[in-house]
């Protein structure tokens, strides 16, 4: 029940195109759900988070979709740039106490210019 | 953004050595700090949990004696892998906690471990 799956495991998109990568979760009591952005070398970076009180949640070009009822949520990357190349990580968590994050698998993202 | 400092970057030592790594909050007190290990093109791996001047809580299957963790203040955790061997080469990683909520969780940026 503490599982994140991620979903693809490795994506190839052009510049300028949409990078959805996809995350499900299944225990319920979890209520913080961020993104992380890791570059080869170094740790991981916040890149965005949502609550479950919202459906969506958008910074610039990253946009968070949740879905609570199907225990899913979604990273959308629009206008996708070579910079966005890096490997994302979701991750799951209750917001309080002391609470483990449980990271999914990850997805390599590699945009073509 | 609140800063947390990884040292040393990178290290290789000869096997059957210990190497240390500290990992620093810079500008805020962490009340938990956490040690995750990364193998090439896989997810990070929780190894253990550390609150200031407690005993580290260490994730199953982890050895607690390969891996001393000390959180002697609420900015500084240390991670010691004893008696290294070339299975214990990977990326380690730590992670410091402002409060109790993970929204204040902040990484460091890594040690790369190559053990000869």
């Known amino acids: 029940q503490q599982q994140v799956k991620q979903s693809p495991q490795s994506l190839i998109v052009q510049k300028g195109g949409i990078s959805i990568i996809n995350c499900a979760y299944e225990n319920t009591a979890f209520d913080y759900f961020p993104w992380y952005q890791q570059f080869p070398g170094k740790g991981p970076a916040l890149l965005i988070a949502i609550r479950p009180d919202v459906s969506e949640k958008k910074e610039g070009r990253f946009t968070i979709s949740f879905n609570k009822s199907a225990k899913q949520f979604s990273l959308h990357i629009m206008d996708s740039q070579p910079g966005d190349s890096a490997t994302y990580f979701c991750a799951a968590s209750k917001s309080q106490g002391a609470q483990k994050l449980v990271f999914g698998q990850g997805t390599r993202l590699t945009i073509n210019p | 953004g609140a800063v947390v400092s990884q040292h040393p970057s990178w290290v290789i030592c000869k096997s059957g050595t210990s190497v240390k790594i500290e990992c620093r909050s810079l500008d805020f007190q962490a009340t938990t700090m956490f040690w995750y290990r990364q193998f090439p093109k896989q997810s990070l791996m929780l190894m253990a949990t550390?609150?200031?001047?407690?005993?580290?809580?260490?994730e199953q299957g982890v050895e607690k004696d390969k891996f001393l963790i000390n959180h002697a203040s609420l900015t500084l955790s240390t991670l010691t892998v004893t008696s290294a061997h070339p299975e214990d080469s990977s990326f380690y990683i730590c992670?410091?906690?402002?409060?109790?909520?993970?929204?204040?969780?902040?990484f460091g940026s890594g040690t790369q471990l190559s053990v000869l």
């Open positions: 550390s609150n200031e001047g407690s005993k580290a809580t260490y």
């Open positions: 992670s410091a906690r402002r409060g109790w909520t993970n929204e204040k969780l902040f």
